[in-house]
């Protein structure tokens, strides 16, 4: 090693690649390991994972509630943005990872440390968004993937390593299952998903009712949003953070959020990947159905081409790049008039738009309506047509074969 590499920043879970990860590490450079946890909403009780640092190596763990400015600085923008990868992911996990990079290195500077590492895999996305986001925050940071680096062949061997060690972890061989949770979203692979051909058994979904066992009985939600950003349930004011919490809960009941998809990779390689998105789903529905409402015909069109790169650029981790924050600028300002109701029915796993309203609204009934309340000029239709077809009209007449 060039440099001598004495305290590291490791992004600490405390799942089975980061457990095992705080001995490796410490073994292999003899350095100081510095855990850094942040709560996300996980549904997890992160006060334990203090003792389990330190018991593995750790000098020193820093645990940090984050879930208001994950929702409000990161997911937000995102829904404002309509951004869903592939039309499908709501990029929970994607877009946790620029958050927890940024205050990994506060702490680094605060600390001194001389290197970050995280648990990615060398053929996953999440090593970009980390890499990515340490080389923009601090462009000299040493970077650690014990992952790229280790000699475990797979997981069966770390968790014959960490038992070796004495680490508790609590994947088995029969269940080793990669699950990453957040207020946003669940994402889960590994084992049996592997094979995109089996049904996803039933102890891989955390959050959510089998559809089939979803009440019967239908839940109506009207959702109101603010300049694009949800603000209640039902008329009754939320903040950010317990409004997308109220919308997993009732969404979970009824199944809605179950993503099972085959996804292209930021490596070049496809997974296939299960999610769970209740508040997700619901939300980004709602908002889609009220920009339908508000938004003039030509820049809807332009932003769905938008919200294709925007949620691109957060799935290649590309969240604190000039042109990320050059598109969300755009996004913003085609929210002014976002403003209004939206009203959901729920029912075995389906989120429909049964009602919209919003005082900006661009649908006129007079000129909607077929009743004798028309007003829209019939008479102005033959010579629109005439010249909106002309230009073609004129290349057939000239280009025509006989």
């Given amino acids: 090693m060039s440099q001598q590499i004495k305290k590291i920043v490791l992004a600490y ?5 980061t457990s095992v990860m705080v001995k490796w590490l410490a073994e292999k450079y003899q350095a100081e390991i510095v855990c850094y946890s942040a709560d996300l909403g996980q549904g997890e009780n992160l006060d334990s994972l203090e003792d389990k640092a330190i018991n593995s190596g750790a000098s020193k763990i820093y645990i940090e509630n984050l879930q208001d400015e994950f929702i409000k600085d990161y997911v937000f923008p995102a829904l404002k943005a309509n951004a869903l990868y592939e039309n499908k992911y709501p990029l929970a996990t994607a877009l946790a990872r620029p958050l927890i990079a940024s205050k990994m290195i506060e702490i680094a500077k605060e600390e001194g440390a001389d290197a970050v ?12 968004r980390f890499d990515f986001s340490f080389r923009i925050l601090q462009p000299n940071i040493k970077i650690i993937a014990p992952l790229r680096e280790w000699s475990f062949g797979s997981r069966d061997e770390e968790i014959d390593y960490a038992k070796l060690n004495n680490i508790p972890v609590s994947v088995t061989k029969e269940k080793p299952y990669s699950i990453d949770r957040n207020l946003w979203g669940v994402s889960v692979e590994c084992g049996v998903l592997e094979n995109p051909w089996c049904e996803p058994p039933a102890d891989v979904y955390q959050i959510t009712t089998d559809p089939l066992q979803a009440p019967d009985k239908a839940e109506y939600l009207e959702i109101s949003f603010e300049k694009g950003v949800p603000v209640a349930i039902n008329g009754e004011i939320s903040s950010a953070v317990e409004l997308v919490k109220k919308l997993n809960q009732i969404g979970g009941v009824h199944g809605i959020g179950r993503i099972d998809m085959v996804e292209n990779r930021l490596v070049g390689i496809k997974s296939r990947e299960i999610y769970e998105a209740p508040a997700a789903i619901i939300l980004h529905a709602a ?9 003039e015909r030509e820049t ?13 650029m957060i799935y290649f981790g590309q969240w604190f790049t000039p042109l990320r924050k050059a598109l969300q600028a755009f996004v913003d300002s085609t929210q002014q008039n976002v403003t209004g109701v939206i009203r959901v029915k729920l029912l075995k796993g389906n989120c429909i738009v049964v009602g919209r309203k919003s005082p900006h609204s661009l649908y006129i009934e007079n000129l909607a309506t077929y009743t004798q309340e028309d007003t ?15 230009s073609n009209q004129v290349y057939s007449q000239v280009n025509q074969e006989e």
């Fill in 300 to 312: 809807s069109h332009y932003k769905a081409g938008v919200s294709l790169k925007y949620a691109e």
């Fill in 13 to 17: 879970s405390g799942g089975l690649d």
């Fill in 287 to 295: 908002h889609q159905a009220l920009e339908d409402m508000v938004l």
């Fill in 376 to 390: 829209f000029d019939h008479g102005s239709a033959e010579g629109f047509i005439k010249l909106w077809g002309l």
């Fill in 117 to 128: 590492a995280h648990g990615c895999t060398g053929k996953g996305n999440d090593q970009v």
